[in-house]
T-cell receptor, first 116, second 111 residues
Framework: SAVISQKPSRDICQRGTSLTIQCQVDSQVTMMFWYRQQPGQSLTLIATANQGSEATYESGFVIDKFPISRPNLTFSTLTVSNMSPEDSSIYLC?????????????FGPGTRLTVL | GQQLNQSPQSMFIQEGEDVSMNCTSSSIFNTWLWYKQDPGEGPVLLIALYKAGELTSNGRLTAQFGITRKDSFLNISASIPSDVGIYFCAGQFSGNTPLVFGKGTRLSVIA
């Protein structure tokens, strides 16, 4: 299965600033996703990162707030723009990769963001 | 949007006890998955189910894909302290599509 790393692992940011989170996979994968996990909550899909084209955003998430890049099949970035305390969450990168019999979705370790 | 109802929300059990949790959905999924999340970590896949009625084991874990394709359960036998964490169910309609997650079951094991 794919090994996923994220940078930074955590950050504390000031209101109004932006943070870019990187996701690196050790193999080429077709599908990459970005999720948000608010404190004590479940995971909510932000968008599907498409290689070579604009990301596909879920309802309630917009490109201006969460711009995403996917320059190749092993790397993606998520930017959290003009942050407010409500953006304090864990942001998780996920990929779909072959798990031995079927494609399965695997998660990175997450980026814990605190906005003051 | 689609939602999964996962229960119970939390459980406190004695070490050695068996645990059962389940998820139900108002819509059909063709894949059910169970993840465990430790504090400060991303979810780790425990079991994946691909066929209605399928019963799959992974060590002390057993999960079933409901015959209606609208539910799944996860059992943990003989719990140990390292079973502590949050367990999430997730449904997927088809490959290459995002997952829909349940709200999680927080498991605490008392030694």
């Amino acid at each position: 299965s794919a090994v996923i790393s994220q940078k930074p692992s955590r950050d504390i940011c000031q209101r109004g600033t932006s943070l870019t989170i990187q996701c690196q996979v050790d193999s080429q994968v077709t599908m990459m996703f970005w999720y948000r996990q608010q404190p004590g909550q479940s995971l909510t899909l932000i968008a599907t990162a498409n290689q070579g084209s604009e990301a596909t955003y879920e309802s309630g998430f917009v490109i201006d707030k969460f711009p995403i890049s996917r320059p190749n099949l092993t790397f993606s970035t998520l930017t959290v723009s003009n942050m407010s305390p409500e953006d304090s969450s864990i942001y998780l990168c996920s990929v779909e990769d072959f798990g031995g019999a079927y494609n399965e979705q695997f998660f990175g370790p997450g980026t814990r963001l605190t906005v003051l | 949007g689609q939602q999964l109802n996962q229960s119970p929300q939390s459980m406190f059990i004695q070490e050695g006890e068996d645990v059962s949790m389940n998820c139900t959905s108002s819509s059909i999924f063709n894949t059910w998955l169970w993840y465990k999340q430790d504090p400060g970590e991303g979810p780790v896949l425990l079991i994946a189910l691909y066929k209605a009625g399928e019963l799959t084991s992974n060590g002390r874990l057993t999960a079933q894909f409901g015959i209606t394709r609208k539910d799944s359960f996860l059992n943990i036998s003989a719990s140990i302290p390292s079973d502590v964490g949050i367990y999430f169910c997730a449904g997927q309609f088809s490959g290459n599509t995002p997952l829909v997650f349940g709200k999680g079951t927080r498991l605490s094991v008392i030694a």
